[in-house]
């Protein structure tokens, strides 16, 4: 089981783990189903200054979390953390990730129950997953499957828009300081003094030596803590970057340009080809295109040509609106 803690983990880099750090693209949907039925039962709607978009979806959900979660609700270890069958770091894809997770040993299935309270673990369904049943399996994957569509799916565009925005200020951080400017600045609190990075989280295992495995980084809108899974490369959890303004571009400049017009400009405070800025606004390509040539025209936006596809780019008077 990997955990959430709170003291120092101490990762050592070598030269070639250096050359070897990449950043997943998008948060992975089964972990973040896990850590979203966390979040709902130990978050209350009124957390001060939540991600974008969670008030309102914890508001939807509010009375009715328990029989959308299902058996998900039981799976929940009072020491923090999920369970081992939920961390499936290299598959993305939530249907590829369930289908993994019910192929877990029976004997995986059983010790990672076992450490369940015994009012929790003592249920029919979480008995039978136990057990190791094919009941047992076909339950954790419906459950699972009902649960993001009924209730993460209306956070998901969100969830990647952030995870896009982002990967962005990562690689803008990367061109303009390099990996010690990425790795400083990844997470506040976070201290990088090569080649070791200093990680609030205590854990089992306080010194990991990468010793050449490279690092994946994989972002999660939901997790305040790390959390980390061993192998080639290792993966590190990290928490998605939370600096996104009170009041977004789309409430302060609606008026002026249009809510939609206004959401792709902000979308654009990091650079982005049409179809990025169409996917973090959550609207069609031939939309997205319309407006940045708006945009464009009336001088808030650059837009360069790189291969088949443009980048577009805000101009000081863009950023300058923005920052109004």
């Known amino acids: 089981m ?8 101490r990762l050592h880099f070598t030269e070639a783990d250096l050359r070897q750090i990449t950043v997943a693209p998008v948060p992975n949907a089964l972990l973040e189903t896990a850590l979203s039925v966390r979040y ?11 991600r974008p978009g969670l008030r309102q979806w914890q508001q939807t959900i509010a009375g009715s979390m328990a029989p959308r979660a299902g058996i998900l609700r039981g799976l929940d270890p009072p ?19 369930i289908d993994l997770a019910v192929r877990t040993p029976d004997q995986e299935l059983a010790d990672e129950i076992a450490l369940l309270p015994h009012s929790t673990r003592d249920s029919t369904q ?16 419906h459950d699972t499957l009902r649960y993001f569509g009924s209730t993460l799916a ?20 990367l061109l303009r300081g390099g990996v010690d400017a990425m790795l400083a600045t990844l997470v506040p609190g976070w201290r990088w003094e090569p080649p070791t990075w200093h990680i609030p989280s205590p854990c089992a295992l306080t010194e990991v030596h990468l010793n050449g495995r490279g690092l994946m980084l994989l972002p999660s809108y939901f997790i305040q803590s790390p959390m980390y899974a061993p192998g080639e490369p290792l993966t590190l959890m990290y928490p998605l970057h939370s600096g996104e303004p009170s009041i977004s571009a789309a409430d ?20 982005a080809t049409t179809t990025e800025a169409a996917d973090r606004v959550g609207i069609s390509l031939p939309s997205a295109s319309q407006h ?3 945009l464009r025209n009336a001088g808030l936006i650059t837009t360069t040509r790189t291969g088949i596809a443009v980048l577009h780019t805000l101009t000081p008077l863009g950023t300058a609106l923005l920052r109004s």
């Open 126 to 141: 979480l008995r039978e997953l136990a057990e190791g049943t094919t009941k047992g399996r076909q339950i954790l994957a």
């Open 40 to 50: 709902l039962r130990t978050h209350p709607p009124g957390l001060v200054r939540p």
């Open 154 to 173: 209306p956070l998901w565009p969100q969830m990647q828009a952030t995870a896009v925005a982002d990967r962005a200020l990562r690689a803008e951080t």
């Open 252 to 271: 302060m400049l609606g008026p002026l340009l249009g809510r939609t017009r206004a959401a792709v400009l902000e979308a654009l405070r990091h650079p």
């Open 2 to 9: 990997h955990t959430e803690n709170r003291a120092v983990l």
């Open 79 to 97: 020491q923090g953390g999920i369970f081992e069958f939920f961390f499936q770091p290299a598959t993305p894809d939530l249907r590829a990730g």
């Open 292 to 294: 940045t040539t708006i």
